[in-house]
């Protein structure tokens, strides 16, 4: 199976929300990706007129090596339903020989004869007629079903190989027939033939069901060619092993053996190559060598007598692994391949002959930022080019995963509907996605983090590399070191608020007692977890604090979190509101405050109203010495996450807001009905309101009369709390009434966590030991804001 299209990786990344991409438990490959395709596919078990009592799945090994199936699994979802892949899934285990089946026995009915004994169960009730089938490596369910459900990048990278069948909305290319109680899918050439489209290698016939015992059927003694898929990273990377001995060695011969073609007639003027798959053979020079198999697996080259056309490019990538290995940077060669279209990407594979003939030089062509208006990197795809102009660092999301950092021209990029003046447009033509020529998912050495980890703001002067492509993307692989000038350094405190009395907002990613739910999944974890939140809490020294994503156990979660600061700050320092209504999700809001600065007035209150999943936590104080009271109200509203019941108001509209605005404005609405209803004095609503500072909500609680303080005294470039796609902005609010503005001294946004590298968070999984700190950098994904007050009754 091929990695995504161009256009379907594009669609897969509005699946993403902004709660972010769930993770999936990985187990790394143990030969080439697509080696284990699905075989054959029946539905129509036990049905009228079956032939089988069972529906089954049956998988193969085109490899030439032992495949291990360990946490793998096969997923199924309908044709065109909204249920996702992870809700049908069995789990695989054991290892596949070259040339072994594996039969994996699924739901049945009262027709047909049992099948052969199978290689695994389960009891997933499979459609007769359409339906769509994903091996996934991955032993946990794909929160996606290719359709009304888009894959994300991160989602498609774990699927080793997919098959839809009849009316199916997710296959590689077309479809495959339409099946019958009477016939099953079955892959061509015994379970060899893979041209990634299904409709060619799947053919309806009656099911012959094979498992382990079934006589091997290798497909060769090389690997399959060719068999490239979706590959455990977004570096898209064909897997194809040449079938041609090559001659690595040059001689005489060989090199007189002249070009076919130039480059540029094989790029061509457009999108794909006019000579896609035929055997061409071109001459340039080695500009970037990738041939380990943890990197690209090939090497990139560039004609050095470019023609007149500014619209073909004038490099290509050769797909040619360690039979190769003579190729080095600033060789002279000429290529003979089959040139293809690969996920979008001009390449050469299969590579059947690489002669050196010399020596050459190429220099990179400059290149800047923002691109014109309806431009893309095709006219220099595959070639070496530099950008030398000052680069932002505007995203790290993938940095520890895959090896990507995103830079963009003039600056940060913010989330649209965060401030006036924003143009998404103009965000994806000043960015330029810079990925680390490997294609190993969660390294051991994670790159820009020596001798600190880059943070988002960092500079650099330039970078140097070839232009390649994979999963959607045009990516730079560096030719020369990045290096980052550090202009965003880290601060150990949040900017002064001045006042006598400081609230806070802090979102606290999940912290959970219970292990293995949503938060930490180890003691070890947990106590990680719990060093950082008790950071950034010392840090903040908040005298109010309201938090979020805090586990809905009691006090349990809540007083451990007290518990352990009050052991650094001093024993009684802080203490816990207790919520009157937490409402029924995993996950509520809390509040903790300093008994000796404010005292509360009466009781904790909230609200039983439907519209609030995570009921709010209401609070008056006043400081021990009396005056003016404040109310905090403490808010997590709806997340942007898109599911089968946004609909109607809450569907997205297409408006940068996603999916249930509609709801967050009714949750706005509801809090300021509070504040009216309950008579409270000196509102301050803050909380992750999921909304940023220009969307409905916002503009809601604005018009009811209340202020963002963070608006008035955060500058504009410094106000934010997260990073999603690319893109900063402020999902964490302050806003108060107007008798409490005038008590409002400063107002400000800790970047502990929004600039920072995943990497360096509590996570044990894939992180690298020597970045943990117990500090509180990355001790969340939300950055925490913190208010200042000057409420009557003395000086702090």
Partial sequence: MRALSRAFAALAAVGVTAAGVATLTTTPALAAPGTVVISQVYGGGGNSGAPFANDFVELFNRSAAPVSLEGWSVQYGSATGTGTFGANLVPLSGTLAPGQYHLLQLAGGATGAALPAPDGTGTVNMSGSAGKVVLARSADGLACNGGSVPCTPEQTALIADLVGYGTANYAEGAAAPGLSNGTAGLRKDHGCADTDVNAADIEAAAPAPRNRATAPAPCGDAEPTPTPTVTATPTATPTVTPTATPSPTPTTAPCETPATHQIAEVQGSGDASPLAGRTVRVEGVVTADFQETNQLSGFFLQDPTPDADPATSEGLFAFARSSFKDVKVGDRVLVTGRAVEFNGWTELSPVTAVDVCGTGRIAPVRQSLPRPEGATFERVENMLVTFPEPLTVSDHYNLARYGEINLSSEGRIYQPTDRPGVSAALNARRTLL????????????????????????????????????????????????????????????????????????????????????????????????????????????????????????????????????????????????????????????????????????????????????????????????????????????????????????DADAGDGQSCYNGERVRQAQATLGLIDSLDLPGPLVLGDLNAYGEEDPIDTLEAGGLTSVTKRFVPAPLRYSYLFEGQVGELDHALVGRELLKRVTGATIWHINSDEARALDYNTEYNPPGLYRPDAFRSSDHDPVVIGLTLPGGRR
């Fill in 434 to 649: 810079v990925d680390d020529g490997s294609g190993a998912e969660n390294p051991p050495v994670v790159p820009h983090t020596d001798p600190r980890a880059v943070r988002l703001g960092d500079t650099t002067l330039g970078v140097t590399g070839v232009m390649g492509y994979g999963f959607g993307k045009y990516r730079l692989q560096p030719t020369e070191p990045v290096q980052f000038l550090r202009t965003n350094p880290r601060l150990p405190k949040p900017f002064p608020v001045l006042g006598n009395v400081r609230v806070a907002s802090f979102n606290t990613l999940n912290w959970f007692t219970t292990l293995g739910s949503r938060g930490a999944n180890t003691a070890e974890e947990q106590q990680r977890q719990l060093a950082k939140l008790v950071a950034a809490l010392k840090g903040m020294d908040a005298d109010v604090v309201g938090l979020m994503e805090v586990e809905n156990n009691g006090q349990t979660a809540v007083q451990a979190l007290v518990d352990a600061l009050n052991a650094e700050v001093g024993a009684g320092t802080y203490a816990a509101l207790a919520h009157p209504y937490p409402g029924t999700d995993v996950i509520h809001v809390a509040m903790i405050y300093k008994p000796a600065r404010v005292r509360p007035v009466g009781a904790a209150q909230s609200s039983t109203d439907p519209v609030f999943r995570r009921p709010p936590l209401i609070q008056t104080f006043r400081r021990p010495q009396g005056g003016q009271s404040f109310t905090v109200l403490v808010n997590h509203f709806k997340s942007k996450g898109c599911d089968e019941d946004a609909t109607g108001a």
